[in-house]
């Protein structure tokens, strides 16, 4: 096992942001500008061109220069246009075959500071003959350089922290439990829901459960099939699937009715199981989606089943909306008559209290 860092370790990272620019410069009737420049280091200028929020020239001396006063060779350096001010840069110089036309790095700079006093850096002056051989285009009189310039930006040094091992991943326990329940390998219960079977285990039910803790390691403890008539296999599935993995499964095939509809059925296997965080979710899901169609219905859902909060939202929502007490009643039409008949008196006192509330006011 590695040893451990000191408890005192600390990090931090410097930087250097970098610019780079690329300039393709002509040199047309070079054996004329050679010819001036033998005579007297005359030098040309290339066009100024801007890099990294400065600007720069090419110098090229095609005979040498006052810095390199040697017969033969030619020289090259970079020029900071820019006054008043100070910049990190190299460059990399390229010659152009005029027969493939394809380049050929010939010299490179290192980093240089360029600055008012020094503006200028050059590279180690080239056999002038070598070059006219291979890079002058005899037919055209022409010469063509590629340039590279990296221009260097300050070192930034970031803040210290304490040194250690990243973070790591988030847990994939929920994955592997459901696979887990998707492959039924090592279950040791199976259910009959309405003609389906389902694989489950004990164990995991009876974590997640205290209604399935008590049923599955009591009286149930020596059944092998368990049969569950009042809940659908649909559900039943869902239910699984959030038992074992902590969260819904993809239904992108559900449209909002159906998905309403199985949040309804899902509160109540939630409430029976004693599974109270999946209970307020479907809760939650069932008061984003109130209408006046599904109010009445939610309302008394929320009151069979003591989820004060939702029913809180349908009063508000009615409230809200301001139906009346036969409007309520009659938005119920859709769904079962036993739980209709269950809240019709806490909705016929609630709607004449909410309208003696209007008249006074």
Known sequence: MAAAWPPSSQKSTCTMDKVEGFHRFEVRNYSLIKGISAANWWAQYFNTFPVGGYDWSVVFYPSGCLYAPRAGNMSMYLELMTSGTT?????????????TGRSRRIQHSGIGQYNTTHAREGISPMTTAALEATYVDRDSDRLVIEFTLTVMGEPRTSATTRLGVPAPPSSDLPAHLGRLLESGELADVTFQVRGERFAAH?????????????????????????????????VFKVLLHVIYTDCFPAMRDLDEDSSRELARHLLAAADRYGMDRLKAQCANILSTSLNAHTVASTLALADLHGCHQLKDACVEFIITLGMDNGSVLTSRKDHSHDQQLGCFTFLGCFCNAVASILRIH
């Open 87 to 99: 910049a990190r840069a190299a460059f990399v110089a390229r010659f152009v075959n005029p027969a």
């Open 202 to 234: 004990r164990m995991v039910l009876a974590m997640r459960s205290p209604v399935f803790k008590a049923e599955l390691f009591g009286p149930m403890s020596e059944s092998g099939c368990i049969t569950i008539q009042d809940v659908d296999p649909a």
